[in-house]
């Protein structure tokens, strides 16, 4: 998820690339998995926000 090489770069600033299945097109059960895994992902990234402050 996101623009790889074509989003510009700022120095200092932190990226996250996250690898996910695209879920048009594919059955409801494929899409609730997305959605879990993009939930977890946010958890897990506010947390380390939270830590490196």
Do not use: N
């Amino acid at each position: 998820m996101g623009c790889g090489d074509a989003c510009p770069v700022f120095p200092g600033k932190r990226y996250e690339d996250w690898k996910l299945t695209d879920p048009a097109g594919q059955p409801i059960e494929v899409v609730r998995q997305v959605r879990d895994e993009i939930r977890s992902r946010v958890v897990e990234l506010l947390a380390s926000i939270e830590r490196d402050r």
